[in-house]
T-cell receptor, first 115, second 115 residues
């Protein structure tokens, strides 16, 4: 049962345009969400995060939007650059039944930004 | 500061063997998490160690084990290897104070191939 879903395995956009990566979650216990970027042969690197008390967080070209009622978040990259081509992982954090915080990852979306 | 290092980077084993992977976290980080990444399953959480104690555990069989040393370095061990254990094993470190709301810093991973 995939609690964090990234329904688009891949996305292709033109340089300069907006990239929108989507993520849906099923568990209401999640209260913190993160996006990571991964290049081939490297480990994921942290990109941006958002707490469930907010609906938007912005950092330069990257903005994450959270819609709690829809259990949906999205990452916007504006403008997209060829160097943004990577796999993007959405992750959700919350406490489990044992009162330990756990991090659940989506399967990733491969973004290709074409020059 | 040096990043997270993992050794070895590549490993080939045969079924039934056992393997030990090593992770050195960023200096000052006390939490180390291990993940398994496969193409179809994304990032699957194995376990997290904090101050030499296992703080969180994923849903992997007992063949997968780990430990953390007093200098925060961590090892994970997989016994009786199966073909399905072929994957990229990623280690991530964080300060450890607030679990998974913290930013995790990933190493480059160890790619394990089981023949």
């Amino acid at each position: 049962d995939q609690q964090v879903k990234q329904n688009s395995p891949s996305l292709s956009v033109q340089e300069g345009r907006i990239s929108i990566l989507n993520c849906d979650y099923t568990n209401s216990m999640f209260d913190y969400f993160l996006w990571y970027k991964k290049y081939p042969a490297e480990g994921p690197t942290f990109l941006i995060s958002i707490s469930s008390i907010k609906d938007k967080n912005e950092d330069g070209r990257f903005t994450v939007f959270l819609n709690k009622s829809a259990k949906h978040l999205s990452l916007h990259i504006v403008p997209s650059q060829p160097g943004d081509s990577a796999v993007y992982f959405c992750a959700a954090s919350g406490f489990n039944a044992g009162n330990n915080r756990k991090l659940i990852w989506g399967l990733g979306t491969s973004l290709a930004v074409n020059p | 500061k040096a990043g997270v290092t993992q050794t070895p980077r590549y490993l080939i084993k045969t079924r039934g063997q056992q393997v030990t992977l090593s992770c050195s976290p960023i200096s000052g980080h006390r939490s180390v998490s291990w993940y398994q990444q496969t193409p179809g399953q994304g990032l699957q959480f194995l376990f997290e160690y904090f101050s030499e104690t296992q703080r969180n555990k994923g849903n992997f069989p007992g063949r997968f084990s780990g430990r953390q040393f007093s200098n925060s370095r961590s090892e994970m061990n997989v016994s009786t290897l199966e073909l399905g254990d072929s994957a990229l094993y990623l280690c991530a470190s964080s300060l450890g104070a607030s679990g998974h709301t913290e930013t995790q810093y990933f190493g480059p991973g160890t790619r394990l191939l089981v023949l």
